[in-house]
């Protein structure tokens, strides 16, 4: 088990390897409660890493797919919808961090992004720089009960 992010509330997010050694899950722990997080999309997935989380509780991560291309996501407060952050060009998008204003790192095979998307993210307004090439969200909606939960 490895943590790699915690917010103000306590609140601590991560990845795991399963006992045999073939799945990478990513972790939410808040207060007694640990939630297992793996994309929705499990035949195109490699694994699910938990990179960090914000005091809104928005989550940034890794998911891996089956040609090793790293993919960022965001994963809304309630645990309810992933959102893909694609960079146009790129086939490699991973999301490391996530600051209180919203807005998350993207380090991508072309070149590194700041991840503000107005859809996603209403307030503040993003305000890309000039000329800019913006890392884009598509949200990829979870039902309810998806994920493990363990108190």
Not at 19 to 33: H, L, N, P, Q, R
Not at 58 to 69: K, L, P
Not at 74 to 100: A, H, Q, R
Request: aromatic share 6%.
């Amino acid at each position: 088990m490895k943590a790699r992010g915690l917010n103000e509330s306590g609140e601590v997010v991560g990845l795991f390897t399963s006992a045999d050694g073939t799945t990478i899950s990513g972790f939410v722990i808040k207060g007694d409660t640990v939630t297992v997080i793996d994309d929705p999309r499990k035949n195109a997935v490699n694994g699910t890493n938990l990179e960090g989380v914000n005091r809104k509780r928005w989550i940034v991560g890794v998911w891996d797919d089956r040609a090793e291309n790293l993919h960022g996501l965001i994963l809304s407060p309630d645990l309810s919808t992933f959102y893909e952050i694609t960079v146009p060009g790129s086939t490699s998008s991973p999301t490391f961090g996530i600051n209180n204003s919203d807005r998350g790192v993207v380090a991508s095979a072309s070149g590194s992004y700041i991840h503000c998307d107005s859809r996603t993210h209403p307030a503040p307004k993003c305000q890309p720089a000039e000329n800019s090439i913006s890392a884009e969200a598509t949200p990829i909606h979870v039902p309810p009960g998806t994920f493990a939960q363990y108190r």
